[in-house]
């Protein structure tokens, strides 16, 4: 059934096509002005990188993750909270509709509180991708690159990669199939063998490029432009059929502008690493 469902996945996206924008260029936070500094106590975790074959691309082709530092958990309401305290402009009453839908932190019944019974340490959700951006710069990080993220998620409790483990895809397919995970604080679940806690258990989550694999063109060409991010396109480079799990998160994936909010997607920071 499940292979099953995954070819209707595959051909569902393969079908998914968009419009080409116009040629003026795609509005772009400017995240440097006037944004003010939040501190972070959150722990990041050295990731050393290495050599991992993506989800979608050709069957050889391999891609090298450069070392970096990932935060162990996913950005708190009350971390975001703090952020949009010292920074108005991302409040929910003052953010410009250029980066965010109607429902961009849709459950908060006001700018400066969260909603009622909300755990502060459950990850925030209902934000953009602009805004998940703005708040990286504020605590000096960035979001995760894609084959970043892809990178860490490969692994479980006790190796690298368990891609090839039976039941793998399995179980984190029944993380996902659970209601309401979004309303659960962080670092409860056990973390992977980085030690980065809650890759699958809460939250879907945003990452900086996050949907630049896709296509703007035919398909069966392959080829894509920056204005790809902003498409849905074509799953028929994937080099994994069996892996369900990521069938769901590129399917997702597909469907997102970066200025869409959803009730369950959230996001956690990066940076570089000066260690090699």
């Keep these: 059934?499940?292979?099953?469902?995954?070819?209707?996945v595959l051909g569902f996206l393969s079908l998914v096509c968009c419009n080409k924008p116009q040629e003026k260029s795609f509005p772009v936070a400017n995240e440097h002005h006037e944004l003010k500094k939040v501190n972070t106590s959150v722990k990041m975790v050295y990731i050393p990188g290495g050599a991992y074959k993506p989800f979608y691309g050709a069957d050889s082709a391999w891609v090298t993750v450069a070392p970096f530092l990932l935060d162990e958990r996913p950005v708190t309401n009350k971390e975001f909270l703090d952020f949009v305290t010292a920074n108005p402009s991302w409040?929910?009453?003052?953010?410009?509709?250029?980066?965010?839908?109607?429902?961009?932190l849709h459950d908060w019944p006001?700018?400066?509180?969260?909603?009622?019974?909300?755990?502060?340490?459950?990850?925030?959700?209902?934000?953009?991708w602009f805004a998940a951006k703005a708040f990286a710069n504020s605590v000096g990080k960035r979001l995760p690159t894609l084959d970043e993220w892809e990178f860490v998620a490969m692994a479980d409790s006790v190796s690298?990669?368990?891609?090839?483990?039976?039941?793998?895809?399995d179980y984190i397919i029944s993380l996902y199939l659970q209601k309401n995970r979004q309303f659960?604080?962080?670092?409860?679940s056990t973390p992977n063998y980085w030690g980065?806690?809650?890759?699958?258990?809460l939250i879907w989550e945003w990452t900086d490029d996050f949907n630049s694999i896709l296509t703007t063109s035919d398909s069966r060409v392959g080829?894509?432009?920056?204005?790809?991010?902003?498409?849905?396109g074509s799953?028929?480079?994937?080099?994994?059929?069996?892996?369900?799990?990521?069938?769901?998160r590129f399917a997702l994936r597909t469907t997102l502008r970066a200025n869409y909010t959803v009730a369950n997607l959230g996001f956690r920071c990066a940076k570089d690493s000066i260690m090699k």
């Design 1 to 8: 059934m499940k292979k099953v469902s995954a070819v209707i």
């Design 223 to 232: 080829e894509y432009d920056d204005k790809g991010l902003f498409c849905a």
């Design 110 to 128: 006001a700018d400066l509180e969260l909603p009622p019974n909300a755990n502060p340490n459950a990850p925030v959700c209902y934000v953009s």
């Design 235 to 248: 799953a028929t480079s994937a080099t994994d059929i069996l892996n369900y799990a990521a069938f769901m």
């Design 196 to 201: 980065v806690y809650n890759m699958f258990d």
């Design 160 to 169: 690298i990669n368990a891609r090839s483990k039976p039941g793998y895809s």
């Design 184 to 188: 659960n604080p962080v670092k409860l």
């Design 91 to 104: 409040r929910k009453s003052k953010i410009k509709s250029l980066f965010s839908d109607s429902t961009y």
